[in-house]
């Protein structure tokens, strides 16, 4: 069993202490066995389908390192997920051989694929999966199953004919995946999860580089506390697409604030809201779990379901507060948020929002409003 100790290790050392590889390395030393990787663009996309064709899908959200060449491609008012992202394809890394996915997560990205593909010119294949935007319904359906059928056309001619029986066992990991998720978050919202912030994110996050059967082992691990910790910390719920800052989770720690709930794009809206059947038919089950996702900006729909969606959460993980973690120019997630702000605020629910370009430091400013919305949340904490 892994047992996480908090506080004073730093940012690598939790990583290493939970036995996560390294990303970079960890790719590496797959492209060296000869094992096909392509590189995946938020957020969602069908990847039992790329498993079945035994290719790993290798997620790019905030790469590292400076952006010196995207911006002579980019406007300036994109937000800073595309832009790390198109510096990280210009390198042409090893790692990626097996050609780039561009789901329909928000026309930025949209028109980042068709830059790729016809301006910039990578050597590798470019794909897009439109995902459909809006309410379950009979023609949404539809045209999900339709596009599922159509990607695995097109990467048939790639790869050679699916193999029936290797999408169904795709989709049978994926269900033990999304199990485990499932029950990690439930005990992260009850306190039966002995992680810092940081660590919890991290081990949330490798699932988007690990090949799904070592994300599996890893899951498989986390110690689940029979009794909830005793807690004095105050808790709150983080929204937005990515995780906050590790710089951020860390001072949270250290300020005595747990993260007991997020609704965030790169994890929980990517985990079905209720248990799912094990996998039947693959066409149907992957459809199945589109439509069971959390609500998102980034799929449409309606801001009342979101409302609604939060305020369980909230309810749920008992958070004594909410806060935005808005990544700059990031369209779908400002179309929502001024509503949503105004109707927690309306509810007396303390709410704090930071903007983020994906730096990798906490300026000055952000920690002194953390510290006072910190406070806040503590004088309800003592009531
Ligand atoms: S951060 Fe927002 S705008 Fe940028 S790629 Fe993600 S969804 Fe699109």
Redesign the pocket.
């Known amino acids: 069993m892994l047992r996480f100790s908090k506080h004073e290790i730093t940012i690598n050392e939790i990583i290493k202490n939970m036995n996560i590889p390294d990303r970079s390395e960890y790719l590496k030393g797959l492209a060296q066995t000869g094992q096909k990787i392509m590189g995946v663009?938020?957020?969602l996309y069908p990847r039992e389908l790329l498993w079945a064709f035994d290719i790993h899908a290798a997620e790019i959200w905030d790469p590292p390192g400076e952006i010196l060449h995207a911006n002579a491609h980019l406007q300036t008012t994109?937000?800073?997920?595309?832009k790390k992202?198109l510096e990280f394809i210009l390198k042409e890394p090893q790692t990626i051989n097996a050609g780039y996915l561009f789901p329909h997560?928000?026309?930025?990205?949209q028109n980042l694929g068709t830059q790729v593909k016809d301006l910039i010119g990578v050597s590798l294949p470019i794909y897009t999966f439109y995902n459909p935007k809006g309410r379950f319904n009979n023609t949404t359906i539809k045209y999900y199953q339709d596009i599922l059928i159509n990607f695995q056309s097109i990467l048939e001619a790639s790869h050679g004919p699916l193999e029936p029986e290797k999408l169904k066992a795709a989709c049978v990991l994926s269900h033990k995946i999304d199990t485990y998720l499932m029950v990690i978050q439930q005990a992260r919202m009850t306190d039966h999860l002995s992680l810092s912030n940081h660590e919890y994110f991290t081990l949330m996050r490798a699932q988007e580089y690990l090949l799904p059967q070592d994300y599996l082992s890893l899951l498989e691990q986390v110690n689940i506390l029979e009794k909830p910790a005793e807690f004095s910390r105050a808790r709150l719920m983080v929204s937005g697409?990515?995780p906050p800052l590790p710089e951020i989770l860390v001072f949270l720690d250290e300020l005595g604030v747990s993260i007991v709930a997020d609704d965030l794009?790169a994890v929980s809206r990517r985990i079905p809201k209720f248990a799912m059947d094990p996998p039947g038919s693959p066409l149907d089950y992957l459809t199945d779990r589109f439509f069971v996702l959390p609500p998102c900006?980034?799929r449409g729909g309606d801001l009342d379901e979101r409302v609604h969606y939060l305020s369980n959460r909230l309810k749920e993980s008992k958070a004594h507060g909410l806060l935005f973690d808005m990544?700059k120019?990031?369209?779908?997630?400002l179309f929502d948020h001024r509503l949503l702000v105004k109707t927690f605020r309306e509810r007396k629910t303390p709410v704090l929002t930071l903007e983020t370009e994906l730096e990798d430091h906490i300026s000055g400013q952000d920690k002194t409003r953390i510290e006072a919305f910190t406070e806040r949340l503590f004088e309800i904490v003592s009531t």
């Open positions: 663009l938020p957020a994109i937000c800073p997920v595309v992202s997560t928000c026309d930025s990205l697409i990515l794009l900006s980034t990544v120019f990031c369209e779908p997630e």
